[in-house]
């Protein structure tokens, strides 16, 4: 069983920047999806980016958020720019095929806080 991990959530001050991680264990393979949505709180969740041989990026984001990878296991979310509304619960999703921005994910991170103050 893939399971997925998030870290280096935590609180920034707006105009900041902060780099988010997603490591992987278990049978992943460097062929898998990844991607990152956010839960604002009493939202939905909502998709962020997603990587792999495709690559696909929220149009209202992809300015100031910018997904990467240095391997099948790890995957990135560099931000920078970071507003107040940016505050969420950052979740990491993977999957052998590509699925966008719909949430049906094979596997999911538990989330890392992120908390941009004014």
């Known amino acids: 069983q893939v399971q997925l991990v998030e870290s280096g959530g935590r609180v920034v001050q707006a105009g900041g920047s902060l780099r988010l991680t997603c490591t992987a264990s278990g049978p992943v393979e460097s062929s898998y999806y990844r991607g990152w949505f956010r839960q604002a709180p009493g939202k939905e969740r909502e998709f962020v980016a997603v990587?792999?041989?495709?690559t696909t990026e929220s149009d209202s984001l992809k300015d100031r958020f910018i997904i990467s990878r240095d391997s099948a296991r790890t995957v990135y979310l560099q931000m920078k720019g970071l507003k107040p509304e940016d505050t969420a619960i950052y979740y990491c999703?993977?999957?052998?095929?590509?699925?966008?921005?719909?949430?049906?994910?094979?596997?999911w991170g538990q989330g890392t806080q992120v908390t941009v103050s004014a």
């Open positions: 999703a993977g999957d052998r095929h590509y699925r966008g921005e719909n949430m049906d994910y094979e596997f």
């Open positions: 990587i792999g041989i495709t």
